[in-house]
Nanobody
Framework: QVQLVESGGGLVQAGGSLRLSCAAS????????MGWFRQAPGKEREFVAA????????YYADSMKGRFTISRDNAKNTVYLQMNSLKPEDTAVYYC?????????????????WGQGTQVTVSS
């Protein structure tokens, strides 16, 4: 069992930056693929980024490449999402998720555990 708690969301102006954190509980955190997703009002939950258990592989949605960076610190049981050059269209609730399969996936249905989400609002 893994419990996930996101933090770091908030209100930022367009062009600004935020760093989201996801603290995980559970002894097997280091063996999970970790992902970030987001959901804007009236839209489906969409993939943002994911990272393998070792941190050796990362994957990003096309619209986030070059602006967002996912990383993890297994010693701290924490995964991060550094978001730069934020745009108003990045406004959403951001969710952290964990997948036991060790293979990076982009479908939210493939992830086993979810956090409660943290709101990110980018003003124009």
């Amino acid at each position: 069992q893994v419990q996930l708690v996101e933090s770091g969301g908030g209100l930022v102006q367009a062009g600004g930056s935020l760093r989201l954190s996801c603290a995980a509980s559970g002894r097997t955190f280091s063996s999970y693929v970790m992902g970030w997703f987001r959901q804007a009002p009236g839209k489906e939950r969409e993939f943002v980024a994911a990272i393998t258990w070792s941190g050796g592989r990362t994957y990003y949605a096309d619209s986030m490449k070059g602006r967002f960076t996912i990383s993890r610190d297994n010693a701290k049981n924490t995964v991060y999402l550094q978001m730069n050059s934020l745009k108003p269209e990045d406004t959403a609730v951001y969710y952290c998720a964990a997948d036991r399969s060790r293979v990076i996936k982009m479908n939210p249905g493939d992830y086993d555990y979810w956090g409660q989400g943290t709101q990110v609002t980018v003003s124009s």
